[in-house]
């Protein structure tokens, strides 16, 4: 049973950077897309990026365009979200998940994600 489980968060100031990672077990990278998800109390979950293990290709949301970056580390089955010039406004509890599929161009709107990390609390503040 695969399983996909994040690390890093943590709290930063506004224009700082904070670098979270999810890392599949008992899967390989190539046969996943990595969706991340971020959740404020009381609104409704954001879809913000994505990661296709296939070919490596990735899609943003234009609110994290320009300043968030997925990166992989195949032999260790790992996705790195690099966030940079963080805003009050990113805030939230962080996901990564995981739909299978063989396949470029990943959907973070519209993809099948069904193996959830456990989320990560992200802190933005001065």
């Known amino acids: 049973q695969a399983q996909f489980v994040q690390s890093g968060g943590g709290s930063a100031q506004p224009g700082g950077s904070l670098r979270l990672s999810c890392a599949a077990q008992?899967?390989?990278?190539?046969?996943?897309?990595i969706g991340w998800f971020r959740q404020v109390p009381g609104k409704e979950r954001e879809a913000i990026m994505c990661?296709?293990?296939?070919?490596?290709?990735?899609n943003y949301a234009e609110s994290v365009k320009g300043r968030f970056t997925l990166t992989a580390d195949y032999p260790k089955n790992t996705v790195n979200l690099q966030m940079n010039n963080l805003k009050a406004e990113d805030t939230a509890v962080y996901y990564c998940?995981?739909?299978?599929?063989?396949?470029?161009?990943?959907?973070?709107?519209?993809?099948?994600?069904?193996?959830w990390g456990q989320g990560t609390q992200v802190t933005v503040s001065t």
């Open positions: 008992d899967a390989t990278l190539d046969y996943w897309h």
């Open positions: 998940a995981a739909a299978r599929s063989h396949a470029r161009n990943c959907d973070y709107m519209r993809g099948d994600y069904a193996i």
């Open positions: 990661f296709s293990g296939y070919d490596g290709s990735t």
